[in-house]
Structures are given as structure tokens and as C-alpha cells.
């Protein structure tokens, strides 16, 4: 199956910093989506983005199908952008689960 | 406002005790599924749904049931709880699977 990784693990920052967060995917994709896992546990949808650039407010993502690779760009950074990032993907065969990589862990520090 | 909602949030239970955590969306999506998130193993899918009435398993679909009798309910039923089900569970929906997949709150399930 496609396998995801995300890099780095874990990132500390200072308020105001900016940071740029990877997935790599193994193949090819129909969907791919960045999501923000919060304390409590809630994963907020932050793009939808199998292809192309999209941005919303300090947040932007970029995906290179071609390459198979996602990027997402935090500027700015904030205490409340604090959780997990995931990465998720989708591989092209109809009912197959969306596949998650293992996070992005994000402490920001006031 | 355009939501998925599960219930129970949270849930403590005995061990072999039948329960249902429900799931709903009001987006008029045809896809629906179900993932569980487990520390050190991520979110894994459980079952999914392409319509009513058309189920089929994820990826870890042991000990769990689903249905699928109306377009916008999912329930995920564990007919004979095990301590290994306890989890973070989580249900999804998007129109086709292929766009957008819109994530409820997530219900903490632990089993004694």
C-alpha cells in the first residue's frame, strides 16, 4: 500500500517563527489533505490539496503530484498552531482509506 | 452548519458489554468510514461505506460492526467490547472518498 512519511517529528518554535512541514507519498493520489490535531483530540481539516498551492491566512500548502511530495507553510507562528499535523492520503483504487502519516508534533512557545 | 456529529464523546465500559457510538452527517455525503487512532500505530480504518446499504472493511475490521440503512447515519457497533478497543475513534464523510473527507469530534472509548 502507499506508504507516507512525514518529516520532522517534532519541531519547537518561538511565537513568530516560521516553519515548512513535509509528506512524502508513494504513489500516486486523489486526495491529499493536511489536518491539525488539537489537544482535545479534534482533527481540523486545513486543506484539501492533491495537487497545486492553496493558502488561508498564515497557512499555506503546496503539493507536487509528479514528485509526490506536500508541503505545508506555517508563518507566523502562534501558541494556539500547538498539536499534531497530519498528512493523509488517498491512493487511486475506489474505497481505499485515507492513509495518514505519523505527524508532525508542533510545540510554539509564547 | 454543515457538521459531523458522533455520541457518545466519551465512553468507559466493561468488557464484553455491547455498545453503539453513532455517527451523522447532514452534508448529504454518500461516503462514510470509521478510523481508530492508536499511539505508535496512527489512525487506521476500521470499516467503510460507499452508500446506504453498502459497507465493506478497512483496514482493522475485527470485532467491530457497521450499517449503513440511511445516507447520513454510520454506527459503529462493538457487539463483545475488548480491553484492546480502547481507542480514540473517529468518522468520516465526503461526497465520493475521493474529495474533501470531513472528520467528526472523535469519541474516547475505553473498555475495562
Known amino acids: 500500500g502507499i506508504q507516507v512519511e512525514q518529516s520532522p517529528p517534532d519541531l519547537i518554535l518561538q511565537e513568530g517563527a516560521n516553519s515548512t512541514l513535509r509528506c512524502n507519498f508513494s504513489d500516486s493520489v486523489n486526495n491529499l489533505q493536511w489536518f491539525h490535531q488539537n489537544p482535545w483530540g479534534q482533527l481540523i481539516n486545513l486543506f484539501y490539496i492533491p495537487s497545486g498551492t492553496k493558502q488561508n491566512g498564515r497557512l499555506s500548502a503546496t503539493t507536487v503530484a509528479t514528485e509526490r511530495y506536500s508541503l505545508l507553510y506555517i508563518s507566523s507562528s502562534q501558541t494556539t498552531d500547538s498539536g499534531v499535523y497530519f498528512c493523509?492520503?488517498?491512493?487511486?483504487?475506489?474505497?481505499?482509506?485515507?492513509?495518514f502519516g505519523k505527524g508532525t508534533t508542533l510545540s510554539v512557545s509564547s | 452548519e454543515a457538521q459531523v456529529t458522533q455520541n457518545p464523546r466519551y465512553l468507559i465500559t466493561v468488557t464484553g458489554k455491547k455498545l453503539t457510538v453513532t455517527c451523522s452527517q447532514n452534508?448529504?455525503?454518500?461516503?462514510m468510514s470509521w478510523y481508530r487512532q492508536d499511539p505508535g500505530l496512527g489512525l487506521r480504518q476500521i470499516y467503510y461505506?460507499?452508500?446506504?446499504?453498502?459497507?465493506d472493511k478497512g483496514d482493522v475490521p475485527e470485532g467491530y460492526k457497521v450499517s449503513r440503512k440511511e445516507k447520513r447515519n454510520f454506527p459503529l457497533i462493538l457487539e463483545s467490547p475488548s480491553p484492546n478497543q480502547t481507542s480514540l475513534y473517529f468518522c468520516?464523510?465526503?461526497?465520493?472518498?475521493?474529495?474533501?473527507?470531513?472528520f467528526g469530534p472523535g469519541t474516547r472509548l475505553t473498555v475495562l
Open positions: 468520516a464523510s465526503s461526497f465520493t472518498g475521493s474529495d474533501t473527507q470531513y
Open positions: 452534508m448529504n455525503h454518500e461516503y
Open positions: 493523509a492520503v488517498r491512493g487511486n483504487q475506489a474505497g481505499t482509506a485515507l492513509i
Open positions: 461505506s460507499m452508500n446506504v446499504e453498502v459497507t
